[in-house]
């Protein structure tokens, strides 16, 4: 009993910590959560727990056996990962050249559910959790709990990055500092891949 205690301790202890680590997650939200405010940031926040549901359930069904077998597919995922936080950064940008503030584009839940799916911290966070807190044929009970716990540490860091941006909102009321923010934060979501596509 202990040791399965033990154990979903340290899957909550890391999956809050990688949740507050920088990330394209975290950029993304730090800059919704300055231009739409944290609740509306909720929409994006949730789309990651759905995208985080679909890659447990995938290696649980075996594609981290087709990781392995094809180490390929991971570069492939770091290119698409990566062209997708370009589109998104341009998105930013872009955005912070309209002429109101509610033209800014926000992503929505699908797209950061789709998104999980080729972001490859994600990939890397979710297998490591699997490689460190789960035995070598878990059963589903084992997954599903895992999962539970790893989930519920995972959503507070995101919100927290999603409320710290709204709190800057009020700092950067004036166009030109959002926009500086905004283009900032577009140039760090792109600098958060740059450790991961040299892995």
């Known amino acids: 009993m202990n040791e399965i205690f033990s154990s979903l301790i340290g899957i909550a202890v890391f999956g809050f910590v990688t949740s507050v680590t920088p990330g394209p ?19 994006y926040i949730n789309g990651i727990m759905v995208g985080l549901v679909l890659m447990f359930s995938a290696i649980y069904l075996g594609v981290g056996a087709l990781f392995d ?23 930013i940008i872009s955005s912070s050249f309209a002429s109101k503030h509610e033209e800014i584009r926000q992503v929505g839940f699908f797209r950061a559910t789709l998104f999980q799916l080729v972001n490859p911290k994600a990939w890397i966070v979710v297998m490591s959790v699997v490689a460190a807190y789960l035995p070598e044929q878990p059963t589903l009970p084992q997954v599903a709990w895992t ?11 995101a919100v927290i990055w999603a409320a710290f941006g709204e709190a800057m909102s009020g700092l950067l009321s004036k166009t030109t500092p959002r926009r500086i923010f905004n283009i900032t934060a577009a140039v760090l979501l792109v600098a958060s891949m740059v450790p991961v596509l040299f892995l």
Do not use: C, D, H
């Open 69 to 91: 077998a094809y180490p390929q597919i991971q570069e492939w995922l770091k290119y698409v990962g990566f062209a997708y936080i370009l589109y998104m950064a341009y998105g």
């Open 147 to 157: 999962l539970a716990v790893f989930l519920i540490a995972t959503y507070p860091g």
């Open 25 to 43: 997650n975290n950029t993304y939200l730090l800059t919704s959560g300055m231009n739409f405010g944290t609740r509306r940031s909720l929409t």
